[in-house]
């Protein structure tokens, strides 16, 4: 939690177990002055995998890879009327991520937009299906040519295509959770995909309207026959599950500048006390407005903490240190454009008082805008004054708290 005070005078990858793997994704909000008006979660977490290898194609479409050493095995052969798939859980799954210390709940989003992986056969292509390259006997090897230039509907190709004698390395986008079927024109005894590749976009909540904290939540996808992740009903995964574990980091601004001299208030009639002096009358008002600066980020209150304060109203005083006499001093804020009430609405000379006054909210980042505390003494408590001063000073310590978690 940060508070600020103004004192005025008044004058990583685990493996934990051998069915289940866990991938940590981490995603960061930290403001940016030389950008404000950027209010987006950035992805932590490295690319490996398809990304890793096209960073532009994945930056174009805002796509994100892993890549996790799970081999999917063949059980048996694969025949004529036998297949290889893909199959991708390419729909939105919500789920909720909780700060362990506010036990606020918001909710994430993510889809899986791509999967890859790289088939390894029991000996050369060319061996299996002829050719007269590596090349042209994986193209032969199935049916409707090879995994780069024979994508079935409904994938997509991404422009990946890696092979050796033994093996093709492959990446389809995935626009919907269905199989992408590929069947092969020669028998193969046995063969294997090594790693399990993926692509993936977020949909991160409004890090404006979240608490400073970590966030962490997880979902769980399955992997095999019939499962979110499936290569084929005839191969099995040597790992059953697979965890993802989502860190959000909201590290949010709250700063506060008052110019130089500004902690020091004198209370004065509009024009000055001169001007009331010469023309013979009492002045109805005694007021003055304080700029300040602020920079924030995220919601949070107001409050006053008081050396004076009367026996009724929710504010401070000032006072007669000789005589005793005091009087009541209403404070009030006004707020930059982008920072709201609870409402929505703009905050213009909104009272402060002794109990928290908020809380107020950012509709974007503001970077060091100015703002201004108003400090006013009313007309009957100005001539009361006047009348009472006794050619003494009224003085008062008034402490303005920005506090950044509102209660």
Known sequence: MKRLKWLGLLAALSIPQAQAINQEIRALFQPDSSSPDKTAFVNQTPNSGYCATYPRECAVHGMFSIELPVRFRSTRYLGATDWAAVKAPA??????????????????????????????????????????????????????????????????????????????????????????????????????????????????????????????????????????????????PDDGGLTLDFVLDVQHTLKVDIPPGGNKIVLEPQ????????????????????????????????????????????????????????????????LPDGLTDSAGQPVRRKLLGREATGSFQPARYVDRKPGTLHFDIGEKDTDWLINNAKGRPYRGNITVIWDSEPG
């Open 91 to 236: 729909e939105w799954r919500r789920l909720n991520v909780i700060n362990s210390q506010t036990q606020e709940t918001q909710t994430l989003e993510i889809r899986i937009t791509g999967m890859g992986s790289k088939y390894v056969l029991y000996k050369p292509a060319v061996q299996i299906a002829g050719g007269a390259n590596a090349l042209e006997g994986h193209r032969r090897l199935w049916k409707d040519d090879s995994w780069v230039h024979g994508i079935p509907a409904p994938c997509r190709y991404s422009g990946v295509g890696e092979y050796g004698d033994d093996y093709f390395r492959f990446f389809w986008k995935t626009p919907e959770p269905t199989h992408c079927f590929k069947l092969p024109a020669y028998f193969i005894s046995w063969m294997y995909f090594d790693k399990l590749d993926f692509a993936y976009e977020l949909r991160t909540p409004n890090p404006l309207n979240m608490s400073t904290g970590r966030y962490t939540g997880s979902t769980t996808y399955t992997l095999g026959p019939g499962g979110d992740f499936d290569m084929g009903k005839l191969f099995e």
């Open 271 to 334: 024009g000055g006390w001169q001007r009331w002096l010469d023309s013979g009358r009492k002045p109805v008002r005694l007021y003055r407005d304080q700029i300040f600066h602020i920079s924030a980020s995220s919601k949070f209150s107001m409050r006053l903490e008081c050396e004076y304060s009367l026996g009724w109203g929710s504010g401070c005083a000032i006072l007669d240190r000789e005589s005793g006499f005091a009087g009541p001093v209403d404070v009030s804020v006004s």
